[in-house]
Nanobody, 119 residues
Framework: QVQLVESGGGLVQTGDSLKLSCVVS????????MGWFRQPPAKEREFVGA????????SLTPNVQGRFTISGDKAKNTVYLHMKSLKPEDTAVYVC????????????WGQGIQVTVSS
């Protein structure tokens, strides 16, 4: 079993920065890529970016490039989503996920955490 728990969300203002954390517990050796997704209000879930434990950040969706970065601390079993210059359209539930091999579907999911950016 793999458990993912997000933290660090909240209400911020336009232009602010926020760092989300995702702590991995359980069978961490089963995780290969860690992904961040988000689901804005009344919209579909969308991919934000991914991080590989042995390779660092591997992708970021274009509309967050230059504003978001992903990092990880394997000693702490934690992946971070660093967000800056936040916009109201970044308001969403952010969810951490993991796959079990390179390019595989994300099969382990956290419960998500709310990020609200006020204008």
């Amino acid at each position: 079993q793999v458990q993912l728990v997000e933290s660090g969300g909240g209400l911020v203002q336009t232009g602010d920065s926020l760092k989300l954390s995702c702590v991995v517990s359980g069978d961490i050796h089963k995780t290969y890529d860690m992904g961040w997704f988000r689901q804005p209000p009344a919209k579909e879930r969308e991919f934000v970016g991914a991080f590989r434990w042995d390779g660092g950040s591997i992708s970021l969706t274009p509309n967050v490039q230059g504003r978001f970065t992903i990092s990880g601390d394997k000693a702490k079993n934690t992946v971070y989503l660093h967000m800056k210059s936040l916009k109201p359209e970044d308001t969403a539930v952010y969810v951490c996920a993991a796959n079990e091999y390179a390019g595989g579907h994300f099969v382990h999911w956290g419960q998500g955490i709310q990020v609200t950016v006020s204008s």
